[in-house]
């Protein structure tokens, strides 16, 4: 049966509502992401404006060079709360076109729409609809693309960015994928593009007239799903909920750390808002994961599993340091420090414990923890325990 | 040292203490066992530093002397050997030489100097009872203690004298055994400790062809004693939780069942409950025992009915199918008496008509039901 997807690609999502929520910001080159720090920052950008994009700035650009290109513009750190909370919002306003809603990441979702055509006159006309609602609720632009299948309406919506809007007719999807070049398709990264190009493809159209017994002889499996891809064939669904594996949080330090203190602190805090997450969702976890980065980029996992659901920070940390204490000694310094947490559980279908009522004050803390911060931000209150003891640090 | 013995109860006596050698150590002589040979005794001990047991062994002894010999090695050729006699000759470098038959067998021991002391320390609370129920509540303890690191204080079993009185606890925080003997003759001073699974794995195994045994406990080491081994164990440090305070006595929801039944038919059902948390449900209605349970992931599902002496209001509960089954498993009764209150509150089961001079409960927490 033939499907209606839209993709909905907000425009620059985390620069735009900085833009929103400080006027003084419009118009600027806004970039959000590491601090700079006079282009001696580590860590990469998470979005920019579009005016900071006419230098040259992309996500994913290591914020040094950002800056590099760009000394003036005005450098944000980003308020994930804040974003979020803007996501939630857009999700709201996209469940009343169709309740057949993938999300897959914080401004960016697949919508199947084929049911809802019925209720407006077409899908150009939902589509147009669902921009303006957008753009007067949120007063933020998106993009959206429409086809008939995932893979073409993510393309699509990238298109025409920022404020795009590009259909795709049915039957007109071969047509529509030719001209594009190869490096648009899903998956094709630095190595596979240098393949296809040194194969003189340098388009989608090049590669759909090869036939896919050369390409799946030339690159396996993979190659029976590019031609596919080059076909604007993808038969994937829309998934509106799945069951979710596992969560976790990461940070990069600014600069390479082997300061114990320091870093059973970053634990401790990512162990908080790892949990602060779960708590959202109802979710408890069985397996608690380490995930380390030394100096020179080795990269180890370790974890423990428990037969207890946890969703406890202070248990989640003391099992995150105690992997880390296993693990120190190396002599190397410490890069990224990341802490997971799998085998999740709802609440409903918890294993009840015997001995619960000694921890129910704390249950009750945790609560009031999570919903001050949720209302007023992570830094209105917190465990003592996680407060920088560099402030209060009395060597002597 | 120098001694020749059968291989039979060599390999028993090697069998029964090599529970205690460490897989994994930080100290590798902790791989050995000791040999000690004082004319024709031979006094073997194995330690982990926190447990140590030794055992005595008649051999015919040529020469005296002691030597750490490496474990495991040792434990796997003598199971493969045939039950003939055997030497065992160690030099003074400590090498040692294994003769059997037609195999000559050579390991490298160490010094006793470089093997841990173990002194078995004064206890204050000593008592002498039969070794066959001492086994017997042991058994219907241990399946219930954590494995939990998080908890050290619960992977141990709670281990109580009183006048008249010796009571065993076991928990990990889901569900909860006490028994207690109360045929019991204490020497009246009232002592407790938490003994590590370790000891309590090695005893019973040692207890098999044991009539009595003589207990010495401190507030933080333990003595077993048998005839011819002795067992010594530190006890956990920290405290035992308050468990009196869990232990409900307003369960008026009370349902009789048969034993076997009730744990065949949940074994059954368990099979088609979910892989993580082995849920199923309890309906308790009228005259009847509803036992179901379905993997929302797989799409499949199970139902059994029983039989059950119960007049009460009807009642939902969920419990982890595993930890019911083993439940049933330490029970000996035909019957058993399950006490309930709420979907959300500890369920008791005692079996119907205690054992003389025994009295034994169970807890077993809930899991908690979508609908509630």
């Known amino acids: 049966m033939s499907r209606t997807i839209l993709h909905l690609d907000m425009d620059a999502f985390f620069a735009a509502v900085e833009q929103l929520d400080n006027p003084k910001y419009r118009g600027k080159p806004l970039i959000v992401g590491a601090n700079p720090k006079g282009g001696h920052g580590r860590g990469v950008v998470s979005t920019c404006s579009y005016e900071a994009r006419e230098f040259g700035i992309h996500s994913a650009m290591p914020i040094s060079q950002a800056y590099r290109r760009c000394p003036h513009g005005i450098f944000v750190p980003g308020r994930h709360s804040r974003y979020a909370e803007v996501s ?42 669902l921009k303006k609602r957008i753009v007067n609720e949120l007063e933020l632009t998106a993009s959206i693309g429409i086809a008939s299948n995932k893979f073409l309406a993510k393309i699509a919506s990238d298109l025409d960015k920022p404020d795009g809007f590009v259909m795709v007719q049915p039957g007109e999807e071969e047509t529509f994928l030719a001209p594009l070049d190869i490096s648009r398709l899903w ?6 593009e240098q393949v296809l190009r040194a194969m003189g493809i340098d388009t989608i159209g090049e590669l759909a007239r090869r036939t896919e017994t050369e390409l799946s002889r030339r690159f396996g499996k993979w190659g029976n799903a590019l031609w596919r891809l080059s076909r604007g064939l993808d038969s994937r669904d829309v998934v509106t909920s799945w069951v979710q594996k596992s969560i976790s949080q990461e940070r990069t330090f600014d600069e390479d750390t082997d300061d114990q203190v320091r870093i059973e602190l970053t634990l401790a805090k990512l162990a908080e808002s790892l949990c602060r997450l779960m708590r959202k969702d109802n979710l408890k976890g069985r397996t608690i994961t380490l995930k380390i980065r030394f100096d020179d980029f080795s990269t180890f996992t370790r974890s423990r599993t428990f037969s207890d659901f946890i969703d406890s920070s202070q248990i989640v940390k003391g099992v995150a340091v105690s992997l880390y204490r296993r693990m120190r000694g190396s002599g190397k310094k410490v890069r990224l420090l990341g802490v ?11 294993q009840l414990g015997l001995f619960e009522q000694d921890s129910s004050m704390n249950r009750k803390l945790t609560k009031l923890l999570d919903s001050l911060q949720d209302k007023f931000g992570e830094q209105t209150v917190k465990r003592a325990s996680l407060l920088d003891s560099a402030k209060g640090k009395n060597k002597g | 040292m120098k001694f020749r013995v059968n291989r039979k109860e060599f390999y028993q006596a090697i069998q029964n203490i090599i529970g205690v050698v460490p897989v994994k150590t930080t100290l590798p002589v902790l791989g050995n066992i000791l040999f000690d040979l004082q004319e024709s005794t031979l006094t073997m001990t194995g330690t982990d530093l926190e447990v140590s047991i030794s055992t005595k062994l008649s051999v015919q002894g040529e020469r005296d002397g002691t030597v750490a010999i490496p474990a495991k090695i040792l434990f796997e050729i003598v199971k493969e050997l045939p039950d003939i006699p055997m030497q065992l000759e160690a030099d003074e470098d400590f090498k040692v030489a294994l003769t059997a038959d037609k195999g000559f067998y050579k390991l490298s021991g160490e010094s006793k100097d470089e093997f841990p002391q173990i002194s078995i320390e004064e206890t204050d609370a000593n008592f002498e009872m039969d070794a066959q129920r001492f086994d017997g509540m042991i058994s219907k303890t241990l399946f219930a203690v ?11 079993v709670y281990m109580k004298v009183l006048d008249g009185e010796l009571r065993l606890v076991a928990t990990d925080g889901h569900r909860l055994v006490k028994i207690i003997d109360s045929k019991f003759n204490s020497s009246g001073v009232q002592q407790e400790t938490i003994v590590p699974t370790k000891a309590l794995n090695l005893l019973s195994k040692n207890l098999a062809k044991e009539e009595t045994i003589k207990v010495g406990i401190s507030d933080d080491h333990i003595v077993f004693r048998l005839s011819e081994t002795t067992i010594f164990s530190k006890g956990i440090e920290g405290q035992f939780p308050n468990y009196e305070r869990v232990i409900p006595i307003d369960n008026d929801k009370k349902v009789i069942i048969n034993r076997d039944l009730f744990s065949s038919s949940v074994k059954r059902v368990s099979i088609f409950s979910n892989s993580i948390t082995h849920q199923i449900r309890l309906s308790l209605s009228s005259g009847s025992l509803d036992i179901r349970s379905e993997d929302i992931e797989f799409g499949g599902e199970a139902r059994e009915k029983i039989d059950a002496d119960y007049s009460g209001d009807n009642l939902d509960v969920g419990y982890n199918a595993n930890y019911l089954i083993d439940i049933l498993r330490h029970l000996n009764s035909d019957e058993i008496e399950l006490h309930l209150k709420d979907p959300v509150s500890a369920g008791v089961i005692y079996p119907t008509g205690q054992e003389e001079g025994e009295d034994i409960l169970m807890l077993l927490m809930p899991i908690r039901l979508n609908d509630n």
């Open chain 1, 88 to 129: 939630r919002a857009m999700i709201e306003i996209l469940k009343n076109f169709t309740p057949a809603i993938e999300k897959i990441s914080i401004d960016e979702a697949f919508l199947d729409i084929t049911h809802s055509l019925g209720l407006f006159a077409d899908a150009a006309s939902l589509g147009r609809q």
């Open chain 1, 340 to 350: 997971g947490i799998s085998q999740l559980n709802s609440v409903s279908g918890e």
């Open chain 2, 146 to 156: 954590s494995t939990d690191e998080l908890r050290t204080t619960l992977m141990g």
């Open chain 1, 187 to 192: 998956g094709v990264g630095k190595k596979t």
